[in-house]
């Protein structure tokens, strides 16, 4: 119970506990950052880790000269795009070993299907704007071969797109004084807007 509540606390006060990190790990903040963005989208077992918001954070935090914004905009987009590139490699290699020992929810395999069907490649570059279908859409292109070449260009285009949209929407707006007073609800506004468009198109792909 006490992992829960930790882990619904790391995403309320998810400004709070980086400028807590910055402040007792220094640079080492950096290096820790580029793990969660890796790890939220290269390991199919971790699509619950922070992206949009905590890149929005990050952002915010740049502002006040917490994190120099420069180096997360590299730092990060090199983790969202080599994060992509391990998540296919492990589709391609080991997808039919994990899905067959049912290690995955399908419905989240289900609803990337969908977003195949309905963008073909782009998928690569749309998922990364939508929670858990972001983590899915490379495991599921390296499952069905797609040519990695193919692959990595949406790979690439679509983590800089991700990663410079939401450190400049925390860098920009992230201190408003608005937002500031209402940190918690804009954190979780961020990752209802992210979901809600697989959450329309999974309703639609059910009737």
């Known amino acids: 119970m006490s992992i829960i509540t930790n882990f619904i606390d790391l995403f309320v006060h998810l400004d709070k506990n980086l400028i807590l990190v910055a402040n007792s790990y220094g640079i080492l903040a950096y290096p820790l950052l580029f793990i969660i963005i890796f790890l939220e989208t290269g390991m199919v077992l971790t699509p619950f880790l922070p992206g949009d918001s905590l890149l929005f954070v990050a952002g915010a935090l740049s502002s006040i000269g917490i994190f120099n914004v420069f180096i997360l905009f590299i730092l990060l987009s ?46 690569i570059i749309f998922a990364r704007f939508v929670p858990i279908i972001r983590t899915f859409a490379p495991f599921i292109a390296g499952i069905g071969k797609m040519r990695y070449s193919k692959f990595l260009f949406y790979n690439i285009i679509g983590g800089l797109a991700w990663v410079l949209l939401f450190l400049s929407l925390g860098f920009f707006f992230g201190n408003l004084p608005f937002v500031q007073e209402n940190f918690t609800l804009v954190i979780f506004a961020i990752i209802i807007i992210s979901i809600l468009p697989a959450i329309i198109e999974y309703i639609r792909h059910r009737k």
């Open 78 to 123: 090199l983790a969202s795009i080599l994060g992509d590139s391990a998540n296919y490699w492990i589709g391609r290699y080991l997808g039919d070993s994990i899905i067959k020992r049912k290690l995955l929810r399908k419905e989240y395999l289900d609803r990337t299907h969908h977003f195949y069907e309905k963008y073909g490649g782009k998928t």
